[in-house]
């Protein structure tokens, strides 16, 4: 069981697109949701989406909302993040991990994983 495997980030102009990748496990798509967290310099780590493991409803923070769109292979165990109209706040280096929802927030358990993964950087010029 190794940890998750993110992917895509870049830099790119504001306005611009990109598409993140996320590569995980069996075990793992099987046993919780899944979601992207984004952390920016001196930020705390937040949630931005989240694809629920029975039905595969969405979630999506407000900030990302109508811009970003998180979606799955379960074929391949791969989730990821399409990102149109992105902008220079979107700066920050995004993880994907298992969550749970409870108390009216996403929670990442990034230890059912072996931890977080790497994370991949992305850049919005303005």
């Known amino acids: 069981q190794g940890k998750l495997v993110e992917s895509g980030g870049g830099l790119v102009q504001a306005g611009g697109s990109l598409r993140l990748s996320c590569a995980g496990s069996a075990r793992t798509f099987s046993s919780y949701a899944m979601a992207w967290f984004r952390q920016a310099p001196g930020n705390m780590r937040e949630f931005v989406a989240a694809?629920?493991?029975?039905?595969?409803?969405?979630e999506h923070a407000d900030s990302v909302k109508g811009r970003f769109t998180i979606s799955r292979d379960k074929t391949n165990y791969t989730v990821y993040l399409q990102m149109n109209s992105l902008k220079p706040e979107d700066t920050a280096v995004y993880y994907c991990?298992?969550?749970?929802?409870?108390?009216?927030?996403?929670?990442?358990?990034?230890?059912?994983?072996?931890?977080w993964g790497q994370g991949t950087q992305v850049t919005v010029s303005s």
């Open positions: 991990s298992a969550a749970t929802k409870y108390g009216g927030a996403w929670h990442a358990n990034p230890t059912f994983a072996g931890g």
């Open positions: 694809i629920r493991r029975n039905d595969g409803n969405t």
